[in-house]
């Protein structure tokens, strides 16, 4: 058995996301295999040990069984090799098991009295478990089947999510029909059962699945297969596993402030690029960039980069102002004079007044979406519904449809010619920003492409058409950034999906700059959201690594000498 390796490499894979959980199972693993405990030959062999309680049993008329039958079915049972000394038997020769039951809640009577009575979701594997959420009367137990269970008892959930968890009982207690009680032999101490319940959870899960609701039974249960050790070795291992959990503790324990700790730089680093100017800036910008690769260590970590990006795009912060710039009042005005144009204005001034959220450049100027673009708003749904879609012809774009990183086909519905003209106010156009303003996925954003030829929109995404071409690409910048999505969600209204209104969106304020330094903002957020990207792929070729290592260091320890 080769676990001092595993340890020896534990650096290389603390930083493995199920690293802890996974060297959890290990130690149960090696517990039930006997390699976690030396064996002693003047331990008394489990195989006497359970002759002498099965032999207890029938006198007691509890079981039937032949004692020789018995012992020489149980030889052939093990699904891997134990200790000479150890004996395979079956969860029903070492337990007497049985299951609860629900009272009716139509009769209050049964209810609301002073004995305990526990439902699965209430067992989360405690090994000291006194009370429960709901209690019965002493009616309910007369009138009601229920196997009464005693402290000492080990519970064993069957059914939906919570099958596999289980508990060691501190009191009597009853059980609903979920619960699965056993009071162990004297071949079997209860909390050896625990250990080796928790050992045993996926297998129990992966049986239980196949029907509408996971579960398994006490029919399931009785025949499983255990590896008994001697009762003085079941003593050790319970030590011992309680010894390397203690550990496992203290290793989920620093991993969790070393986290902790690097989460609270990124912050703090990330913070000082949002809030700092000047040589400030310039300074926190380059402490961000040294440390970046030793500080990010999660994907999460990256997510939170790329909102500083956008932060930092959107507030004129990641790239030099240039005085040769065409003023961006020039900018406004030809805006204006578009959408004269199309409305027929005859002022030369925004129609709306932009707020100002947040400090910008000088040569900077708030303006509203409502001032920027020529068409937003929501598309609609195709009369008749789902019923017009038909195989081929112009696709009709949904939410499932809209990603920040852009229109995504391959689950697009599509609507026949005729439905499109008569849907021509939804039409997407090459440049548009599409919004999903409704639902889980709000706030996602796209860019339409210059090669797109035609499609209409669902009434669950906007249209937002900038005026002049080539501020598509900025203003999807802005759509993206912390700022705006801040106000979509704050601003969403109506029941159940949520939503986006018109009127809402056209008010949003958006900070506008020269349109050559837009330019060379998307080109330095392309720049740093590709360094982004390659982050984000050496974390997960070192998490796959890491998890290779982990596997292969698991499997070595478990097969080695077996």
């Given at each position: 058995m080769n676990a001092e390796r595993l340890l020896r490499h534990y650096e290389k894979i603390a930083d493995t996301p199920d690293a802890i959980p996974r060297l959890r199972r290990f130690i149960l693993e090696l517990a039930v295999r006997g390699k976690l405990v030396p064996q002693d030959e003047n331990d008394e062999p489990a195989e006497e040990i359970l002759k002498r309680t099965v032999n207890q049993k029938a006198r007691k008329r509890i079981v039937q069984e032949d004692n020789a039958k018995l012992t020489n079915h149980l030889n052939d049972l093990g699904p891997y090799s134990i200790p000479t000394n150890w004996l395979w038997t079956t969860l029903g020769a070492v337990g007497d098991w049985g299951s609860g039951a629900t009272p009716s809640r139509s009769n209050l009577d049964y209810y609301g009295g002073e004995i305990t009575w526990l439902k699965s979701g209430e067992l989360n594997d405690n090994r000291h478990l006194v009370g429960s959420e709901e209690t019965i009367t002493q009616l309910a137990m007369q009138e009601c089947s229920f196997r009464i269970n005693k402290a000492g008892d080990v519970l064993f959930a069957m059914y939906g999510a919570t099958i596999g968890k289980v508990a060691i009982l501190a009191e009597t207690a009853v059980t609903n029909q979920a619960v699965c009680g056993c009071t162990p032999s004297d071949a079997l101490l209860n909390q050896y059962l625990f250990m080796f319940l928790l050992s045993h959870r996926q297998k129990f899960q992966q049986s239980g699945r196949g029907g509408a609701q996971p579960n398994t039974s006490k029919q399931k249960i009785v025949p499983t297969p255990i590896p008994l050790p001697p009762l003085a070795e079941q003593r050790r291992i319970v030590s011992k596993v309680d010894e390397l959990m203690g550990l496992c503790d203290e290793l989920e324990s620093r991993r969790e402030e070393r986290e902790g700790y690097r989460d609270g730089l990124v912050r703090s680093s990330y913070g000082r690029l949002n809030e700092t100017e000047g040589n400030d800036f310039r300074a926190a910008a380059s402490f961000a960039i040294k440390t970046l690769g030793s500080l990010t260590a999660r994907s999460n970590q990256i997510k939170h980069l790329r909102q500083t990006i956008l932060n930092l795009a959107v507030r004129g912060k990641l790239v030099p102002q240039d005085p040769t710039d065409e003023p961006v009042e020039e900018l406004v005005k030809k805006l204006i004079d578009v959408k004269k144009k199309?409305?027929?204005?005859?002022?030369?001034?925004?129609?709306?007044?932009?707020?100002?959220?947040?400090?910008?450049?000088?040569?900077?100027?708030?303006?509203?979406?409502?001032?920027?673009?020529?068409?937003?708003?929501?598309?609609?749904?195709?009369?008749?519904?789902?019923?017009?879609?038909?195989?081929?012809?112009?696709?009709?774009?949904?939410?499932?449809?809209?990603?920040?990183?852009?229109?995504?086909?391959?689950?697009?519905?599509?609507?026949?010619?005729?439905?499109?003209?008569?849907?021509?106010?939804?039409?997407?156009?090459?440049?548009?920003?599409?919004?999903?303003?409704?639902?889980?996925?709000?706030?996602?954003?796209?860019?339409?492409?210059?090669?797109?030829?035609?499609?209409?929109?669902?009434?669950?995404?906007?249209?937002?058409?900038?005026?002049?071409?080539?501020?598509?690409?900025?203003?999807?910048?802005?759509?993206?950034?912390?700022?705006?999505?801040?106000?979509?969600?704050?601003?969403?209204?109506?029941?159940?999906?949520?939503?986006?209104?018109?009127?809402?969106?056209?008010?949003?304020?958006?900070?506008?700059?020269?349109?050559?330094?837009?330019?060379?903002?998307?080109?330095?957020?392309?720049?740093?959201?590709?360094?982004?990207?390659?982050?984000?792929?050496?974390?997960?070729?070192?998490?796959?690594?890491?998890?290779?290592?982990?596997?292969?260091?698991?499997?070595?320890?478990?097969?080695?000498?077996?």
């Open positions: 199309l409305s027929g204005l005859r002022n030369d001034a925004p129609k709306s007044h932009a707020i100002t959220p947040f400090p910008i450049p000088s040569r900077w100027s708030w303006i509203t979406i409502g001032d920027t673009c020529t068409k937003t708003g929501s598309g609609s749904t195709p009369r008749g519904g789902k019923d017009v879609y038909v195989q081929n012809g112009v696709p009709f774009l949904r939410s499932q449809n809209v990603y920040n990183d852009g229109v995504r086909l391959d689950d697009v519905a599509y609507i026949d010619e005729s439905t499109h003209v008569r849907m021509s106010g939804t039409s997407v156009k090459p440049g548009d920003l599409l919004l999903n303003i409704t639902g889980g996925s709000m706030g996602r954003c796209c860019r339409v492409p210059d090669h797109f030829a035609i499609a209409n929109i669902s009434q669950h995404v906007a249209i937002i058409r900038p005026a002049i071409r080539g501020l598509e690409d900025f203003l999807h910048l802005v759509v993206l950034s912390p700022y705006f999505q801040a106000f979509v969600f704050e601003s969403q209204t109506g029941a159940g999906r949520g939503g986006l209104p018109k009127n809402k969106m056209d008010q949003i304020s958006v900070p506008l700059p020269p349109l050559a330094e837009q330019r060379r903002i998307v080109a330095k957020v392309n720049e740093l959201n590709a360094l982004c990207d390659e982050l984000e792929s050496s974390l997960t070729t070192t998490d796959t690594t890491r998890k290779q290592l982990l596997e292969s260091l698991l499997i070595e320890a478990l097969t080695t000498n077996d």
